[in-house]
C-alpha cells in the first residue's frame, strides 16, 4: 500500500487528503475552535513525554495484543466517533467500519452519521455507538435500543460539548450546516472535481444529498435544510442523573466520554460506567482545555485499575499511542488520523493508516525493550 499511495506516515495521507478536499470539507474535518491552541497543547503534551529505553530485551517476537472489554484487540487503539465521514468519501463510515474489522480493532459509529446504523453494521468487527443527545429524548432513546439490537457491544455517551462549540472558521467558508452554495464555496468545490463526482456525484445518484441518519423519516434533514424540531443535538441539560439513566438503559459495557477532571472521573466510577474517555474532542470544545495527555496521569491516579480508561485528541504516531500506555491508558481512540486516510484514498486508505500506526506502535514497542503491551509502564519514560 506504501508504494501505491506513497504515504508513509499520518502526516502524508494527510497531506494527500488536504488536496483532494475542497477547503470548507478539510476545515470541518481538521480544524479546532477559536484560536487552535486546543490542538496545539495536544501536540505538544505528546512531544514533551520522552522515553528511557531498556537493551537486550530480545525483542525478535513483539506482541501489541491486548484486551479491551476482555476481547481481543489487535493493539491499543479503536477508531473513534467522527460525524464528517461521509463527507470525506462515499459511505465513509462503512469504509471506516470495514477497515477497522479486517485490522481487528473496534470501531465506534457516531450518531451524527450519514448512514444509517443497521447499514453500517454489516460492516462485521466490534462495533460499539456513540451518543449525542437530541432535543427530543425519545429519539435518543430510541437509537440507542436499536444499537443493542444491532449487537453494539459499547456505548459512548459524549460529555464535552454541553453547547455548540465555536468554530468561527466554518462561518467564513460557508460550509456550516445547513449548507448553502454561495460564491465562495461553490469554487471551492468545483476545483475539486475527484471529490465532487467521487462523493457527490455517487450520492446523487444514489438518491440525494447526504441526510442525518439514525433518525425516523420524517425527522432526516439533508446537510443543505436545518434540522426540524426536535432533532437538534442538544444536551446543555444533561447532568449526573441523565447519565445515571442512560446507564440502566444499556445492558452492554458503558463509557463516559470527554473526561478531564479526576473528581468526574470517580463520579463515573461511582455511577457504574465501565470506561472513560480522556478527552479535549481533539481540541475542537473548549479552545484552553487541558492537552488530554496532561490530564491522563491524575486521572489514573484516581480511577486506574478499576475501569478501562482510553485517551483520545492528537494521536498520530504510534509511538504516541505507546506514550498513553505508557502514562496508564489501555488503549488509545483515534478520529482525524484514519480521516486522513478515509479522505485519500476510501477504505485502502483506512487500512493504510492502520497499518502504519500498528508497525510504529511495534517498532517503538521492540526500541524501549517492550515484548508485550504489559511490558509498557512508566519505567520506560524518562
Same mark, same amino acid.
Given at each position: 500500500m506504501a508504494a501505491d499511495l506513497r504515504c508513509y506516515n499520518i502526516a502524508d495521507l494527510r497531506a494527500r487528503a488536504r488536496r483532494r478536499l475542497p477547503h470548507g470539507i478539510w476545515e470541518y474535518a481538521e480544524r479546532g475552535v477559536e484560536d487552535e491552541a486546543g490542538m496545539a497543547r495536544n501536540r505538544a503534551a505528546f512531544d514533551a513525554v520522552t522515553f528511557r529505553p531498556r537493551v537486550l530485551r530480545g525483542v525478535h517476537a513483539v506482541d501489541p495484543g491486548t484486551t479491551l472489554f476482555g476481547r481481543p484487540s489487535a493493539f491499543p487503539l479503536a477508531i473513534g466517533p467522527t460525524g464528517a465521514a461521509g463527507l470525506l468519501w462515499y459511505k465513509g463510515d462503512l469504509a471506516l467500519a470495514r477497515a477497522a474489522a479486517k485490522a481487528g480493532v473496534p470501531f465506534t459509529i457516531s450518531s451524527a452519521s450519514t448512514m444509517d446504523l443497521d447499514q453500517i453494521a454489516v460492516a462485521g468487527g466490534r462495533l460499539w455507538f456513540q451518543l449525542y443527545l437530541w432535543e427530543d429524548r425519545s429519539l435518543s432513546l430510541a437509537v440507542v435500543e436499536k444499537a443493542r439490537d444491532l449487537g453494539c457491544e459499547a456505548l459512548f455517551v459524549t460529555l464535552d460539548l454541553p453547547v455548540p462549540p465555536n468554530r468561527e472558521y466554518i462561518q467564513r467558508n460557508g460550509f456550516g450546516t445547513p449548507f448553502k452554495l454561495?460564491?465562495?464555496?461553490?469554487?471551492? #468545490?468545483?476545483?475539486?472535481?475527484?471529490?465532487?463526482?467521487?462523493?457527490?456525484?455517487?450520492?446523487?445518484?444514489?438518491?440525494? #444529498?447526504?441526510?442525518? +441518519?439514525?433518525?425516523?423519516?420524517?425527522?432526516?434533514?439533508?446537510?443543505?435544510?436545518?434540522?426540524?424540531?426536535?432533532?437538534?443535538f442538544k444536551? /446543555? /441539560?444533561?447532568?449526573?442523573?441523565? +447519565?445515571k439513566e442512560l446507564r440502566d438503559r444499556w445492558p452492554g459495557q458503558f463509557v463516559l466520554k470527554g473526561i478531564l477532571h479526576p473528581e468526574d472521573a470517580e463520579r463515573a466510577l461511582a455511577l457504574g460506567? /465501565?470506561?472513560? #474517555?480522556?478527552?479535549?474532542?481533539?481540541?475542537r470544545a473548549l479552545d484552553s482545555s487541558i492537552a488530554s495527555l496532561a490530564a491522563l496521569p491524575s486521572i489514573v491516579s484516581a480511577v486506574g485499575g478499576r475501569m478501562t480508561i482510553f485517551l483520545?485528541?492528537? #494521536?498520530?504516531?504510534?509511538? /504516541?499511542i505507546v506514550k498513553a500506555v505508557a502514562l496508564g491508558a489501555d488503549a488509545v481512540l483515534v478520529g482525524r488520523a484514519p480521516l486522513y486516510g478515509l479522505a485519500a484514498a476510501g477504505e485502502p486508505g483506512v487500512a493504510h493508516a492502520l497499518g502504519l500506526l500498528r508497525s510504529e506502535t511495534v517498532r517503538t514497542m521492540a526500541m524501549l525493550g517492550a515484548r508485550n503491551v504489559g511490558e509498557i509502564d512508566s519505567s520506560l519514560l524518562a
Open positions: 454561495n460564491a465562495r464555496n461553490t469554487i471551492d #468545490v468545483l476545483r475539486h472535481p475527484r471529490w465532487l463526482a467521487g462523493v457527490m456525484g455517487r450520492y446523487t445518484l444514489d438518491g440525494g #444529498v447526504p441526510s442525518q +441518519a439514525n433518525l425516523p423519516d420524517r425527522l432526516r434533514a439533508k446537510i443543505t435544510k436545518g434540522a426540524p424540531p426536535g432533532a437538534l444536551q /446543555d /441539560d444533561l447532568d449526573w442523573d441523565g +447519565a460506567a /465501565d470506561g472513560i #474517555v480522556v478527552s479535549n474532542h481533539g481540541g483520545d485528541s492528537g #494521536v498520530r504516531r504510534g509511538s /504516541d
